[in-house]
């Protein structure tokens, strides 16, 4: 069923909500780009809070960005925006009715605690005496009976395990009750079942590793000191439950020796998994390099098969990982991993390149694990009717890589098939391209107005600023000395409050700045932590909502300019770190309110280049409801797309070609200019002028729009000599 088909039936409305399914980095993304889109979302997620796998990840390839300070102000933005509704404890049970107007039954577990009162205080977790393995740290830690699955959760509510609460196993204990002054736990909530209609379904719910106890040679679940990556991500990370110090589980060890065995559960077919995973070898590569930069003595080795780096960076980075880090990689399958009793040592029997049995002795074994669905979202898929690939990923057309099997569900993410983190973000806004191209009639039609307290008005009053440091996990913490950092801001002229946290771009940090705020009277704030570039935006909301001016606001970024680049120099780096928030809060000083106009957007878009990648990006953008200009060189549209016949499953890519050549040119909202080439260039963000040379007279035109699409495409690598 097209776009024309359900636009014209009868007795389909149009709903202007969109549900996504999956509280992971591609659902989080999905969300927040519909919402501020003009839709209506709601966030569906089976565990108590979103974020999925990326919290527990310590770093992301190939730039060693801190994973939570990627995620957590999305986290945040999510949590706080007015026209998403996040729904945790939550699954799909059914979807009835047609694209565009879908209605959606879902089951809520309890949470046994109230979202509305709890406030996150953490008391009842304190006190409570049953401690459990800690799923989020992948066994290696413990948590209460009532907990949060991580400090930057989202929400930021507790929730009781059921299957170990003392309570709901001997009917005694109920302390955390007795010690919620909010009066937040609630024993008698029940499951609750009810009903949404949305417009379009995303389907994002993730992946789950491999289960490496399938491949006994490997000894996992057997020998302590033998882990899985997601495990050896936690022990990296500062959050994790050694603190980050590097360690090996079975004796907390230091250890000096590690190996990483590739492919685990993927491209073997004893397994059932005869497919590459993508990310195993870049995540290997980064969990051998952060480890040797927590610990210069380390001597990492890699097993592998194939090095896959096939990523924008990747090849540099599997470089640099030799050269600067001294990385070993040998190409091989090992055979199998024995623990020494005394030590408790691995000995690694393999193969080497040269053909010849090897026995080479390791203090610790790291698997890399492939990527598979989840029996979960093997189960959604089938009670949605969507077909699923013989591994249980979604189904999709080489051409329509986010289409599901059932109109108006889309796919994102590694259910879609695995990928990387970057991948996973564009393909949640490319389905939100074609969800909202779907549903553009309706667009704005549910959606909700934030307000704003009463700006508070500075002019003349001295100021009082307030400084807020980050340790951002270990990445500032690991080399300077926040402490004294944060005491020496204290001390500086006009600052009346200063502190300092693990992560201060998380939520509960972002609610204790508000609370200063409030309290100390600040009227300028300055925060120490990262690169303005990815966080400015977060602080400043924040100060929007106490009803300062967001434009008072100063960041000293001691991540990028200061910890990263004196990573050895621990004391010098703590120094210069002081003096950029001296510099800070010298400009804080000066900083005055500034207001901000609202400007006419020209709702026109400028895409350059009609390959199949500008094609497919004009089409969506005229489906959204928006005019596009489309510019190309060459004498005709389809770009490189010419020159291939057929993908590797056998699809006709020149009847694919024709097909889409033909929508282009009929589609109304699209204007087409070829033997075209872009001359000038000016404007800024909504309001942009560009200048045509336009084929074949050659004559001058000036286009006016509001946003620019590059699809300029590639050539082929022609090698010289």
């Known amino acids: 069923m097209n776009k024309e088909d359900i636009e014209n039936s009868a007795a389909n409305k149009m709903i202007g909500a969109v549900m996504v399914v999956g509280g992971g980095i591609a659902g989080i993304q999905a969300s927040l780009d519909l919402a501020n889109s003009g839709y209506y979302v709601y966030l569906v997620e089976k565990s108590p809070s979103i974020g999925g796998v990326m919290p527990q990840l310590d770093k992301t390839f190939p730039t060693n960005d801190?994973?939570?300070?990627?995620?957590?102000?999305?986290?945040?933005?999510?949590?706080?925006?007015?026209?998403?509704?996040?729904?945790?404890?939550?699954?799909?049970?059914?979807?009835?009715?047609?694209?565009?107007?879908?209605?959606?039954?879902?089951?809520?577990?309890?949470?046994?605690?109230?979202?509305?009162?709890?406030?996150?205080?953490?008391?009842?977790?304190?006190?409570?005496?049953?401690?459990?393995?800690?799923?989020?740290?992948?066994?290696?830690?413990?948590?209460?009976?009532?907990?949060?699955?991580?400090?930057?959760?989202?929400?930021?509510?507790?929730?009781?395990?059921?299957?170990?609460?003392?309570?709901?196993?001997?009917?005694?204990?109920?302390?955390?009750?007795?010690?919620?002054?909010?009066?937040?736990?609630?024993?008698?909530?029940?499951?609750?079942?009810?009903?949404?209609?949305?417009?379009?379904?995303?389907?994002?719910?993730?992946?789950?590793?491999?289960?490496?106890?399938?491949?006994?040679?490997?000894?996992?679940?057997?020998?302590?000191?033998?882990?899985?990556?997601?495990?050896?991500?936690?022990?990296?990370?500062?959050?994790?439950?050694?603190?980050?110090?590097?360690?090996?589980?079975?004796?907390?060890?230091?250890?000096?020796?590690?190996?990483?065995?590739?492919?685990?559960?993927?491209?073997?077919?004893?397994?059932?998994?005869?497919?590459?995973?993508?990310?195993?070898?870049?995540?290997?590569?980064?969990?051998?390099?952060?480890?040797?930069?927590?610990?210069?003595?380390?001597?990492?080795?890699?097993?592998?098969?194939?090095?896959?780096?096939?990523?924008?960076?990747?090849?540099?980075?599997?470089?640099?990982?030799?050269?600067?880090?001294?990385?070993?990689?040998?190409?091989?399958?090992?055979?199998?991993?024995?623990?020494?009793?005394?030590?408790?040592?691995?000995?690694?029997?393999?193969?080497?390149?040269?053909?010849?049995?090897?026995?080479?002795?390791?203090?610790?074994?790291?698997?890399?694990?492939?990527?598979?669905?989840?029996?979960?979202?093997?189960?959604?898929?089938k009670r949605l009717g969507i077909h699923l690939n013989q591994y249980g990923f979604c189904e999709t057309s080489q051409f329509s890589p986010l289409s599901t099997s059932r109109p108006g569900i889309f796919v994102s993410g590694v259910f879609q098939g695995p990928k990387d983190i970057p991948e996973t973000v564009a393909q949640a806004s490319g389905s939100v391209a074609c969800a909202s191209g779907l549903l553009s009639e309706s667009r704005g039609s549910m959606v909700k107005g934030k307000e704003y307290p009463p700006e508070t008005e500075v002019k003349d009053i001295s100021p009082r600023i307030g400084v807020f440091v980050c340790h951002c996990g270990i990445n500032i913490g690991g080399v300077i000395d926040v402490p004294r950092v944060k005491e020496y801001a204290g001390s500086l002229r006009d600052v009346v409050y200063a502190e300092?946290?693990?992560?201060?771009?998380?939520?509960?940090?972002?609610?204790?700045?508000?609370?200063?705020?409030?309290?100390?009277?600040?009227?300028?704030?300055?925060?120490?932590?990262?690169?303005?570039?990815?966080?400015?935006?977060?602080?400043?909301?924040?100060?929007?909502?106490?009803?300062?001016n967001k434009y008072l606001f100063e960041m000293a970024n001691i991540r990028d300019q200061c910890s990263w680049v004196h990573m050895r120099q621990k004391e010098d780096a703590t120094k210069k770190a002081k003096a950029l928030v001296r510099m800070a809060v010298a400009n804080a000083r000066l900083i005055q309110p500034l207001d901000e106009l609202s400007l006419e957007i020209k709702d026109k878009a400028l895409v350059i280049g009609g390959g199949l990648s500008g094609m497919t990006a004009a089409l969506s953008l005229a489906d959204q409801g928006y005019e596009v200009y489309l510019v190309e060189k060459e004498a005709k549209l389809g770009g490189v797309l010419h020159d291939v016949y057929f993908t590797l499953e056998g699809d006709d890519v020149q009847s694919h070609l024709r097909e889409i050549i033909e929508r282009v040119e009929a589609n109304p909202s699209v204007h087409i200019f070829k033997n075209t080439m872009v001359v000038d260039f000016s404007g800024y963000k909504g309001n942009f002028e560009t200048g045509l040379m336009v084929g074949p007279g050659m004559f001058y035109r000036k286009l006016e729009h509001g946003i620019v699409i590059v699809a300029t495409g590639g050539e082929e690598y022609k090698p010289v000599g």
């Open 66 to 381: 801190c994973s939570m300070c990627i995620l957590s102000p999305k986290l945040v933005e999510c949590g706080r925006h007015f026209n998403i509704e996040i729904l945790t404890n939550t699954q799909v049970e059914e979807v009835e009715g047609d694209a565009g107007n879908l209605e959606v039954s879902l089951i809520q577990s309890p949470r046994f605690v109230d979202e509305d009162k709890c406030v996150g205080c953490g008391v009842c977790a304190e006190k409570c005496p049953v401690k459990v393995k800690d799923r989020f740290n992948e066994g290696l830690g413990e948590r209460k009976a009532i907990y949060i699955q991580y400090p930057q959760a989202i929400p930021l509510v507790y929730q009781i395990d059921k299957d170990h609460c003392r309570y709901f196993i001997k009917g005694k204990c109920r302390i955390c009750e007795k010690l919620c002054k909010n009066e937040a736990v609630n024993f008698e909530d029940t499951e609750k079942r009810y009903t949404l209609k949305v417009g379009s379904i995303i389907l994002a719910p993730g992946f789950e590793l491999f289960d490496p106890q399938l491949k006994g040679e490997y000894g996992y679940g057997v020998y302590d000191n033998v882990v899985t990556s997601k495990q050896f991500e936690r022990i990296l990370s500062a959050s994790g439950p050694s603190m980050g110090h590097l360690e090996r589980p079975g004796d907390k060890k230091e250890p000096k020796k590690i190996g990483f065995i590739q492919c685990v559960g993927s491209r073997d077919l004893q397994a059932g998994k005869g497919y590459c995973s993508s990310v195993c070898c870049m995540y290997a590569i980064k969990e051998a390099v952060v480890a040797k930069e927590h610990s210069g003595e380390v001597e990492p080795t890699i097993f592998f098969i194939d090095i896959r780096a096939h990523g924008k960076g990747f090849d540099d980075y599997y470089k640099r990982a030799q050269e600067e880090y001294g990385v070993r990689f040998i190409r091989c399958m090992v055979s199998k991993i024995v623990e020494m009793p005394r030590t408790r040592n691995l000995r690694v029997t393999y193969i080497n390149e040269e053909g010849k049995p090897v026995e080479e002795e390791f203090d610790m074994m790291v698997l890399s694990g492939g990527l598979t669905p989840s029996e979960d979202a093997r189960a959604l898929g």
């Open 500 to 548: 300092e946290g693990l992560y201060v771009c998380s939520q509960d940090f972002q609610e204790l700045m508000k609370k200063a705020i409030s309290e100390h009277n600040l009227n300028r704030v300055v925060v120490a932590s990262c690169s303005p570039r990815t966080h400015e935006p977060l602080f400043q909301e924040t100060l929007r909502e106490t009803g300062l």
